[in-house]
């Protein structure tokens, strides 16, 4: 018997807010969830509804249900939601004209927010206002060419940080990132609910692939990590609460096109998908330069590659 | 680098997830509109997940999970994690009390308490691994055995050196206990020559008595002597010489009162009359006794003779300090240049350094580490501890105990904090990514004055609630610690879960605990709904008890409200009731899709007996029914069913009759 069907291509894996759940997209046009708790994996979901591969998917924070984000070649954005025990597509957005290659949800204080990033070089911004009903926004033209992706910043109450009386809301400042073909990080803000472009962050010479800003830990700088397809990776980093000066560090510069970054939870490490095919780990040390400890033998605090986690079973 | 994975043809992309991490396999270039290559790849390793690729074909792209902190899931590792815990919040509680010596005595106490802790695991860990049946489980175990005798070595060789800061006298002893205990390897040689019949004939009997002559176990190696003694009547003079110098040699000792000068002088004496003896050629006839001697003096090739039992490097660093000189002070050996000269021509006969990670042949990490302890550098031992280990836990323990020792100065890392919060933020961090040892974690970062509150907000939202019971310990803790965003974010997550459960009860109290009012009101309304398509309410001991939270939305307080009404009515108090039911709508808490099912409900009180409404009341009910009939348009009203209109029309005639009935009533005159 010849087995003919077609290879599928997975481009993006999530895990979601707990780790139990585990869901992949690939270029077979599915997104799939599985229930990964102790070490098994089950199928929980085949979800279907793109019709191009799906570059991109995001959970949302539980406090919302279970829901799912999905973004494809096909320009559509879907959002998934848990309802009964199954799965089933709760809303569809076709406003681009091109390529969806980047979903990120907004930190769960400022309600329910997707923000898409597209070929097209416009991103949109999705927010849930009730009974099933989408708000969009769109910022047209952010980045020429094209946006490959988006990334928001974590939810920072300006001034005091003394406690609102319950339902009202904090005056948020809500800002995200996004890195595109103009080979720009620009860090947009919502002033009176239009998105404004706050910031152009000017370092890459060539496609910027990914950003992520880093979670906050209290300090008042913040922190964003750059890659593109020039090999480099930056570091970005403003001091101020205003978010005026941003100023780049030079990571590493790797002999291919880096296409991912991303920080852990507490944003001490960032890893890095090398274009010399390998996963990376880098932290910052004393000196303010940035160590890679992913190398079993040299890191510090034993980091295991996933060779030693796969193999070393201590 | 992955296993199995083509790194030709495949790129890697990742993830985080809370506490592990996913690298998976893709091709990256289709972003942007490019087309792809597919291409085949079959991926045989173990362990992983398995996605796409339809019709029962294996897998075409894994994605393997990536976990730091494997440690945490080893069983029998659980109980040194628990248990240490213990000790840990213990110390730090306990610092303001002490000051001074006992302050010491105390931190030297818990340093032990580490150690036996250590110790009851590598137990624990052999006893595994002497009845794994599995030899790769075996070996495993074995593996974890050799790695926490390591660690209890180096902890041991840090409480002599660092926390107990032994001075010159007892640190020889300390340090002649500490070679005692974990130089292992010669005990069953001694075992085996002491329990023979004829332990002087014995082949290994003189290789024994240098075993403890090395280990100055001068009463133990006289013991052996004597035997020797009366085998062998030919070498008596010179069993009783030796024997003396044995029993003469200056040592220092706890509990003698002797200054370390008088003590000097002693062995000056002593060392001279070994050297008469020597010269004298008492003991030339018999090499072993010689040799022995040559010990006594401190005769580096002689000690080095004996290296096979000598076994360790350090064993040889010590033995020469008792016989060289054993009023070493601190001081002293942090400046010993012989260190180096001692680790380059003493190489490790067998791997007992293969204790560590990695097989490099010149120095292994623990000859590194103990080096390093030493020469008293303890951020070095610290540095390489962590790069050595695959666990923050022995760093992060031994840091925070050195730094209640006051030996770490401030060493200001990216964040701003010192090397001890950075290492106890890391193991922390690691402990919550399992199911139950994360409360262990909590307790670390509270006491990292740093980072800790913000690390533990981090962790603590991470935490899968899986059962209610969880989630209320994770609250517990965040309202203990008055961290009021987590605590509303996990309500929120508790309510939405129950909701979509139809669990309305559970989502209603935890929504009131978040203060949600939006989320109360949706339950509320599911609430009333339910309570019209079955006529009753559920969880009406939640409903009946909801006290003043009533307040936290308007739907919720017409619920409440609605319910107490109905309440009275049972109860057949029914004036209170009718009085509840119309203020409900005049005061407009009811909403008022609700208000045709407010006035059904009085039907039933207008068609008693007894008058229940007054005429004021009934005036007001009518004008709540014109109100809503009247508010409904033309097309409402064709829409509504016969059902509708006949209601309508059936209240209208009650309210009527009462309100007959009534004036009559009020107009009659009392007892007339």
Redesign the interface.
Known sequence: MVQTSPVTLQHDAQMDYYGTRLATCSSDRSVKIFDVRNGGQILIADLRGHEGPVWQVAWAHPMYGNILASCSYDRKVIIWKEENGTWEKTYEYTGHDSSVNSVCWAPHDYGLILACGSSDGAISLLSYTGDGQWEVKKIGNAHTIGCNAVSWAPAVVPGSLIEQPSGQKPNYIKRFASGGCDNLVKIWKEEDGQWKEEQKLEAHSDWVRDVAWAPSIGLPTSTIASCSQDGRVFIWTCDDASGNSWSPKLLHKFTDVVWHVSWSITANILAVSGGDNKVTLWKESVDGLWACISDVNKGQGGVSAAAEGQQNEQ | ???G?D??A???????????????????G????EP?D????QSP?P?R???????G?PS??S??????D??VY?QTLRKLFNESHGIFVGLQRSEEELAGKSRKAHLVQVSKNYRSVIRACMEDMHQAAVSARDPALHS?YS??VSILSAMELIWNLCEILFVEAAVAGPLLIRLLDWVRLHVCDVNNMVREVLSSENPSKHELFWNVVDVFVLQGRMDEARHLLSKEASANPTSLTMCRVLDDLMKKMPVPSLGNMQTLTELELKWQHWHEECQRYLQDGTFASNSHMESICKVLLGDENAILEKKELLTTWYHFLVTRLLYCHPTVKPMELRCLKCLSFIMSCYLPPQSSMDLF??GESSAEPLDIILMAAFEFEIHQVI?EC???????WF?AHLTDLLDHCKLLQS?????GSNMREFLL??YA?GLF?HHSLWQLGVDYFDHCPE?G???LE??I?????NTEQKALKVLRICEQRQM?EQVR?IC??MA??AL?NNRLGSALSWSIRA???AFATLISDRFLKDYCEKGCFSDLDLIDNLGPSML?SDRLTFLGKYREFHRLYGEKRFSEAAKLLLMLMTAHIAPCSFWMTLLTDALPLLEQKEIIFSAEQTYELMRCLEDLTAGKSDKQKFQDDDVETMKVEMLRLALARNLARVIVKEGTLEGS
């Open positions: 680098v992955v296993p994975v790194s030709a495949r790129q890697l992309c990742f993830e985080w997830g809370p506490a592990e991490m996913l690298v998976c396999e893709t091709l990256f289709g972003r942007g509109g792809l597919d291409r085949c790849q390793t362990r997940f398995l996605a796409g690729a339809g019709e074909r075409s792209s994605v393997f999970v990536v976990r730091k494997q440690d080893v495993q593996t974890q990670l990695g540095k962590s790069i050595a280990l695959s666990n923050w760093v060493h200001n890392l990216y964040f933020l890391e961090s990514s980072y509150r913000v690390y981090l962790h939202e991470r935490i899968p609630l009021h974010s929120k997550i939405m879960k979509r203060k949600d009012a936290l």
